[in-house]
């Protein structure tokens, strides 16, 4: 759990706790009820004022993890046209404009303007993360690599997510021994996470050992099931293979998996591979 979110939870449970103390002493003094009640509502009033910034980021940053990307986006834009403190607004923005709207330019802006608030290994890890996303995004793919490296560099601990990421740029650039080095590393730290197995699938693939690439995709798809570019080139092995039932029901996987700016394949490659399978 994000350690903001964390600390919010901590706060409003302390609030309860001390406006039970509150309720207790009001009853054994004697007071009406409907003086607590007007009290407890004045009370989330006031905390709504002045936490409400904060409360739409952490909203709109809830709405985005969860997949409710059409609430998302409006929250975390009005967090920062108040002024927020809180750099995951401008870092669920910058990924928002990376992700959905393939707009670099915009989330370097908005990372900028994070990065002069980021106070939390948590939010500095977010947003350097997305930054390399930028980097990729704009073509820059050794940019993407060095942030990512420095960060390594500089962090105690690095996650299975951002090693895996790594790992992806090293396929593009095309370094399938430092790929496979890091994505190895990424399952040293998670073995369940699916994206690090598909890493290695894509570095074989790439390399022509199509059994090797064939296993690993099987197993990152047993880690997570909807895994696009598992699917895809599962599909083009078994389609190579003259497997038609195979290929057909990979392609067909592939083609309703969600796709983003982090996958190999595109959204126009399975759609079509779907429709000469299908239709």
Request: one cysteine or more; charged letters at 20%.
């Amino acid at each position: 759990m994000n350690e903001k979110i964390k600390r919010y939870l901590l706060l409003f449970l302390a609030a309860i706790v001390l406006y039970g103390l509150y309720i207790g002493i009001m009853v054994y003094g004697g007071q009406p009820f409907w003086v607590l009640l007007v009290t407890y509502a004045a009370v989330l009033v006031v905390f709504y004022w002045f936490n409400r910034r904060n409360i739409w980021s952490l909203q709109g940053n809830y709405a985005y993890v969860t997949g409710h990307k059409a609430r998302a986006k409006p929250l975390p834009e009005k967090a920062v046209a108040a002024g927020t403190k809180s750099p995951s607004a401008y870092i669920y923005l910058a990924l928002m404009a990376v992700q959905e709207d393939k707009d670099a330019k915009t989330a370097l802006e908005l990372l900028e303007r994070g990065r002069k608030l980021t106070n939390t290994v948590i939010d500095e890890r977010n947003l350097l993360t997305t930054l390399a996303s930028c980097h990729y995004l704009s073509g820059d793919v050794d940019k993407a690599i060095q942030v990512l490296e420095d960060m390594r560099a500089t962090h105690e601990y690095t996650n299975a997510g951002v090693l895996t990421t790594l790992g992806y740029l090293y396929i593009v650039q095309g370094d399938y021994d430092k790929a496979i080095e890091i994505s190895n590393l990424a399952m040293e730290d998670d073995p369940s996470h699916g994206a690090a197995w598909d890493n290695l699938g894509q570095v074989y693939y790439n390399k022509g050992d199509m059994q090797a690439a064939k296993e690993n995709f099987h197993t990152a798809l047993s880690k997570r099931v909807n895994l696009a570019d598992s699917c895809y080139f599962l599909g083009l092995i078994y389609e190579a293979e003259e497997s038609v039932d195979e290929a057909k029901e990979y392609f067909r996987r592939a083609a309703i998996c969600t796709i983003s700016v982090y996958n190999t394949v595109t959204e126009e490659q399975a759609q079509k591979k779907y429709k000469q399978y299908h239709d």
